[in-house]
């Protein structure tokens, strides 16, 4: 499943818990994918606190806590990661990650806490929502096969990594626009790990988010390769490091911001890294005065491409970028009626 359409379940799944038709849910995916900050996303937009349990780090004890005597009876320590609605809040999420690096033994102590929200005496507060995470067994972690009765205490979704989520999510978290520029020009690059060679880098969602780190502390020295390879592996390293070098002969893009005629580069590379750069600046533009303008002149320019799916594919990001207020330029309904077969095409 796409990781928009998984924030869409999770998203109802969170408000779900104070209705009370809350299922935990367990989402599968190769290392580097996303699943962990999806979740964490879910409680950010939610304005509400995540616990992280690292269910792989821990012993049956640390869930169920430590026995104590009171007169001729044991007491049982109520673990204080656990939520507690005091301490913590009455709404929030619950996240077991690492749930199939756990030994047995652990994931057996989180049946009932995943179930039926309990752990002896202890209680779930009922507006927490209950997810967790883990590697499929062929992605070479380490990884416990799932034993059924806790799988079948969850609803489970495979997570599969998707070009046009991470490029809105690049785009609302400011990635380097000449990193997103090359995922465009290299769709295959965004997630390829192969786990039967045991890369130690290799291209996921994850590692491109380093690489952007990479180009902002060594861009422009001898260093830059070096790293972009340890972030993404030596081949995605080698290659995004030369699409950006071939950046020198860029257009003016602001000239083009100011509405000037510049002509559309020949180099589909080049085209690409065009595209995502004019997204990137219609986004920084978003809520200014000179808005509307801006954007008019970048809608403008994406219909002179020689080839309108890239015009489609730069309006399309734009709007993901800026929201429902490119409707409203000018521009726009020129731009939508000489491209509506290409759109009718593709739908």
Not at 118 to 135: D, H, K, Q, T
Not at 298 to 322: K, N, T
């Given at each position: 499943?796409?990781?928009?359409?998984?924030?869409?379940v999770?998203?109802r799944?969170?408000?779900?818990?104070?209705?009370?038709?809350?299922t935990?849910?367990?989402?599968?995916?190769?290392?580097?994918?996303?699943?962990?900050?999806?979740i964490?996303?879910?409680?950010?937009?939610?304005?509400?606190?995540?616990?992280?349990i690292?269910?792989?780090?821990?012993?049956p004890?640390?869930l169920?806590g430590?026995p104590?005597r009171?007169d001729n009876r044991?007491?049982?320590?109520i673990p204080?990661?656990l939520?507690?609605?005091e301490?913590h809040?009455k709404a929030?999420v619950?996240f077991?990650?690492?749930i199939?690096?756990a030994?047995p033994?652990v994931?057996?102590?989180?049946?009932?806490?995943?179930?039926?929200?309990?752990?002896?005496?202890?209680?779930?507060p009922?507006g927490w929502?209950i997810?967790a995470?883990?590697?499929?067994q062929?992605?070479?972690?380490?990884?416990?096969?799932?034993?059924?009765?806790?799988?079948?205490r969850?609803?489970h979704?495979?997570?599969?990594?998707?070009l046009d989520?991470?490029?809105?999510?690049?785009y609302?978290?400011?990635?380097d626009?000449?990193?997103?520029?090359?995922?465009?020009?290299?769709?295959?690059?965004?997630?390829?790990f192969?786990?039967?060679?045991?890369?130690?880098?290799?291209?996921?969602?994850?590692?491109?988010?380093?690489a952007?780190r990479?180009?902002q502390k060594?861009?422009?020295?001898?260093l830059?390769?070096?790293?972009l390879?340890a972030?993404?592996?030596?081949?995605?390293?080698l290659?995004l490091?030369?699409f950006v070098?071939n950046?020198?002969?860029?257009?003016?893009?602001?000239a083009i911001?100011?509405?000037?005629?510049?002509?559309?580069p020949r180099?589909?590379d080049l085209?690409?890294?065009?595209?995502?750069?004019?997204?990137?600046r219609a986004?920084?533009?978003?809520?200014?005065?000179d808005a509307?303008?801006i954007?008019?002149?970048?809608?403008?320019?994406?219909?002179?491409?020689?080839l309108r799916?890239?015009?489609?594919?730069l309006v399309?990001?734009?709007?993901?970028?800026?929201?429902q207020?490119?409707?409203?330029?000018?521009?726009?309904?020129?731009?939508a009626?000489?491209?509506?077969d290409?759109?009718l095409?593709?739908?």
């Amino acid at each position: 499943m796409r990781p928009a359409q998984l924030q869409a379940v999770l998203d109802r799944e969170f408000i779900s818990a104070r209705e009370g038709h809350h299922t935990p849910v367990m989402l599968w995916g190769p290392p580097g994918v996303g699943k962990s900050q999806i979740i964490a996303e879910v409680a950010t937009r939610h304005g509400a606190p995540m616990i992280d349990i690292r269910l792989s780090q821990m012993e049956p004890s640390d869930l169920r806590g430590i026995p104590f005597r009171i007169d001729n009876r044991v007491e049982w320590a109520i673990p204080s990661m656990l939520p507690d609605s005091e301490r913590h809040g009455k709404a929030g999420v619950l996240f077991l990650d690492e749930i199939t690096s756990a030994p047995p033994s652990v994931s057996a102590a989180a049946y009932q806490l995943i179930l039926d929200r309990r752990l002896g005496a202890y209680e779930v507060p009922a507006g927490w929502a209950i997810f967790a995470a883990g590697n499929r067994q062929g992605d070479r972690g380490v990884t416990y096969t799932m034993p059924a009765p806790l799988a079948n205490r969850f609803s489970h979704f495979e997570i599969e990594a998707n070009l046009d989520d991470w490029v809105a999510w690049a785009y609302g978290n400011n990635i380097d626009e000449r990193l997103i520029g090359f995922l465009r020009f290299r769709p295959e690059r965004l997630f390829d790990f192969d786990p039967a060679h045991s890369p130690v880098a290799f291209p996921s969602p994850r590692s491109w988010e380093f690489a952007h780190r990479a180009l902002q502390k060594f861009d422009g020295t001898a260093l830059l390769l070096a790293t972009l390879q340890a972030c993404v592996g030596p081949a995605a390293g080698l290659e995004l490091n030369a699409f950006v070098e071939n950046l020198d002969r860029m257009p003016d893009l602001d000239a083009i911001l100011r509405g000037e005629q510049v002509e559309v580069p020949r180099e589909v590379d080049l085209q690409y890294a065009v595209a995502s750069a004019l997204v990137g600046r219609a986004a920084r533009a978003k809520g200014g005065s000179d808005a509307r303008e801006i954007h008019g002149h970048i809608l403008d320019y994406a219909s002179r491409f020689p080839l309108r799916e890239m015009g489609v594919m730069l309006v399309s990001d734009m709007h993901r970028a800026i929201g429902q207020q490119l409707f409203s330029v000018p521009q726009f309904s020129t731009w939508a009626n000489a491209v509506a077969d290409v759109m009718l095409y593709q739908k």
